[in-house]
């Protein structure tokens, strides 16, 4: 796979390079409120600029099923902008004539930022025809690819995976160290190896179970899949989120694994999803028939701090509790502060977990490798073929 380094020294002065990026941020009425995923891809266009590219960028935002102007990259572009220190040309489309032409006014060092990418159809199309179509109109923007939108690479979309088939083609400085970092996790990690996971679903998370829980010392569960688990158990689990459908799963995975998976000793209870909500710390087998639980309770924080405190390699995703609401964000709190105290790699899975660390004013350097791509993460340490991936490496 050939990188960034490959094709700076080549020389780019001049040169229209497009960079696929994931600037997929949350937006709250329009306004940025958080905005991690674009900090992440400035190394890589900071580089580009330098050398005297004239870099195009293109990213999804949400998933809308066509032009949505609650969907629109502007505020992208203008925050984009002022962390660069430098005006960031904005097309409205995608590769219609704003596109073209706002390509065309580039000068060597400045940067565009191309409408969001789902807005057209041809993107995420699974029409072969149909997607080609897209990618060559977007590839006949450039004269090279860099893909440094590690979010996306586990989607098979025109500007992940049929560009790059079009374009000389490298992968960008955060691809690079996304990898780097993963494949120390899927080789041989530094024992003790402790994962934890948590966020709502177990079904989404059950294909990494599998394929870590031969590899783990220990294997820490919690958010709202933990009470598929403890249904498993023979738990009542009151109104909690619960996949019955994955009972019977869950089940045989813990009668397979022993004592490598932990799961919550107590649960923080409500009566209602709601950030005011009444709430009351209790044992995991002492939920109520008419409560839910929203977070894991501090017994459950000490026992994950103690599994935690003598591990060398950690990776976490998912939250422990619906960390949005503050009176449910102590449990996610906890064991993101135990995550930071160990001493070895300690790898944020991206996703809402990443997301969980900046809401909580957790510092980021406080972690070896904070990821930018939840799904694509998951997928890499599952052991999948990912197609942006391979498109790069062809």
Same mark, same amino acid.
């Given at each position: 796979?050939?990188?960034?380094?490959?094709?700076?020294?080549?020389?780019?002065?001049?040169?229209?390079?497009?960079?696929?990026?994931?600037?997929?941020?949350?937006?709250?009425?329009?306004?940025?409120?958080?905005?991690? @995923?674009?900090?992440?891809?400035?190394?890589?266009?900071?580089?580009?600029?330098?050398?005297?590219?004239?870099?195009?960028?293109?990213?999804?935002?949400? @998933?809308?099923?066509?032009?949505?102007?609650?969907?629109?990259?502007?505020?992208?572009?203008?925050?984009?902008?002022?962390?660069?220190?430098?005006?960031?040309?904005?097309?409205?489309?995608?590769?219609?004539?704003?596109? @073209?032409?706002?390509?065309?006014?580039?000068?060597?060092?400045?940067?565009?930022?191309?409408?969001?990418?789902?807005?057209?159809?041809?993107?995420?199309?699974?029409?072969?025809?149909?997607?080609?179509?897209?990618?060559?109109?977007?590839?006949?923007?450039?004269?090279?690819?860099?893909?440094?939108?590690?979010?996306?690479?586990?989607?098979?979309?025109?500007?992940?995976?049929?560009?790059? #088939?079009?374009?000389?083609?490298?992968?960008?400085?955060?691809?690079?160290?996304?990898?780097?970092?993963? @494949?120390?996790?899927?080789?041989?990690?530094?024992?003790?190896?402790?994962?934890?996971?948590?966020?709502?679903?177990?079904?989404?998370?059950?294909?990494?179970?599998?394929?870590?829980?031969?590899?783990?010392?220990?294997?820490?569960?919690?958010?709202?899949?933990?009470?598929?688990?403890?249904?498993?158990?023979?738990?009542?689990?009151?109104?909690?989120?619960?996949?019955?459908?994955?009972?019977?799963?869950?089940?045989?995975?813990?009668?397979?694994?022993?004592?490598?998976?932990?799961?919550?000793?107590?649960?923080?209870?409500?009566?209602?999803?709601?950030?005011?909500?009444?709430?009351?710390?209790?044992?995991?087998?002492?939920?109520?028939?008419?409560?839910?639980?929203?977070?894991?309770?501090?017994?459950?924080?000490?026992?994950?701090?103690?599994?935690?405190?003598?591990?060398?390699?950690?990776?976490?995703?998912?939250?422990?509790?619906?960390?949005?609401?503050?009176?449910?964000? #102590?449990?996610?709190?906890?064991?993101?502060?135990?995550?930071?105290?160990?001493?070895?790699?300690?790898?944020?899975?991206?996703?809402?977990?990443?997301?969980?660390?900046?809401?909580?004013?957790?510092?980021?350097?406080?972690?070896?490798?904070?990821?930018?791509?939840?799904?694509?993460?998951?997928?890499?340490?599952?052991?999948?073929?990912?197609?942006?991936?391979?498109?790069?490496?062809?």
């Amino acid at each position: 796979m050939r990188t960034l380094a490959d094709l700076l020294a080549e020389g780019v002065a001049g040169r229209r390079v497009l960079v696929r990026v994931d600037l997929n941020v949350p937006l709250d009425e329009g306004a940025i409120t958080d905005d991690g @995923r674009i900090r992440a891809v400035l190394p890589t266009v900071r580089a580009l600029t330098d050398a005297g590219a004239r870099v195009v960028l293109c990213s999804h935002l949400g @998933r809308p099923k066509g032009p949505d102007p609650a969907k629109s990259l502007t505020p992208v572009a203008l925050r984009l902008g002022e962390l660069l220190g430098a005006e960031v040309a904005f097309a409205t489309d995608t590769v219609g004539e704003s596109a @073209r032409s706002t390509v065309d006014g580039l000068a060597n060092g400045q940067v565009a930022l191309l409408e969001n990418l789902r807005f057209n159809p041809g993107e995420t199309s699974k029409d072969e025809v149909e997607r080609a179509a897209f990618a060559d109109a977007l590839a006949a923007l450039a004269q090279s690819y860099v893909d440094d939108a590690f979010g996306a690479v586990h989607r098979k979309h025109a500007s992940v995976y049929d560009v790059p #088939a079009r374009l000389p083609h490298c992968a960008g400085l955060l691809v690079v160290r996304e990898l780097e970092v993963l @494949r120390r996790l899927a080789g041989n990690p530094d024992r003790p190896y402790v994962v934890v996971l948590g966020g709502s679903k177990v079904s989404d998370k059950l294909a990494v179970i599998e394929t870590l829980l031969p590899t783990v010392d220990r294997l820490l569960v919690g958010g709202g899949m933990c009470f598929t688990f403890l249904k498993a158990r023979g738990l009542e689990v009151g109104t909690s989120l619960l996949e019955a459908d994955f009972v019977d799963t869950c089940r045989e995975l813990l009668d397979r694994a022993g004592e490598k998976i932990v799961l919550p000793v107590d649960i923080v209870a409500a009566n209602r999803f709601a950030a005011d909500a009444d709430a009351r710390v209790v044992a995991a087998d002492a939920i109520s028939a008419k409560e839910m639980g929203l977070d894991v309770g501090p017994a459950t924080v000490t026992e994950f701090d103690a599994a935690l405190a003598g591990a060398r390699t950690v990776f976490w995703n998912g939250p422990m509790g619906v960390f949005e609401f503050e009176r449910f964000a #102590a449990g996610t709190r906890g064991v993101a502060e135990a995550i930071t105290k160990v001493d070895g790699l300690t790898v944020v899975g991206g996703g809402d977990s990443a997301a969980a660390v900046r809401a909580l004013g957790i510092p980021e350097d406080a972690f070896g490798h904070i990821s930018t791509g939840g799904g694509a993460s998951l997928e890499f340490l599952e052991g999948k073929t990912l197609p942006g991936l391979a498109a790069l490496e062809e």
